[in-house]
């Protein structure tokens, strides 16, 4: 069993929309490009850049070994 599927990500404690949609997308397909996410999102390069970087950096997303397919490293919860 992968460590990922035991972690919970509630969603009702991220409070910036732009990072709830991101995570939001990102579970709905298990695995999302970097790139496309983005565009799916309509956001800026660099304004995207810094909500991916935010949300690995506290642990909700992780990049898929060397690539840059995201995913989220637990199941989230709470969504309404």
Request: hydrophobic share 30%; no cysteine.
């Amino acid at each position: 069993m992968d460590a990922s599927e035991n972690k919970t990500i509630d969603i009702t404690k991220i409070k910036n929309p732009k990072e709830r949609a991101i995570l939001l997308l990102i579970g709905q397909n298990k695995q999302y490009r970097y790139g496309e996410l983005i565009k799916s999102l309509n956001l800026s390069y660099r304004n995207g850049q810094e909500l991916v970087y935010s949300l690995v950096s506290r642990g909700y997303v992780e990049f898929v070994g060397r690539s840059s397919e995201l995913r989220l490293t637990g199941r989230i919860e709470n969504v309404s």
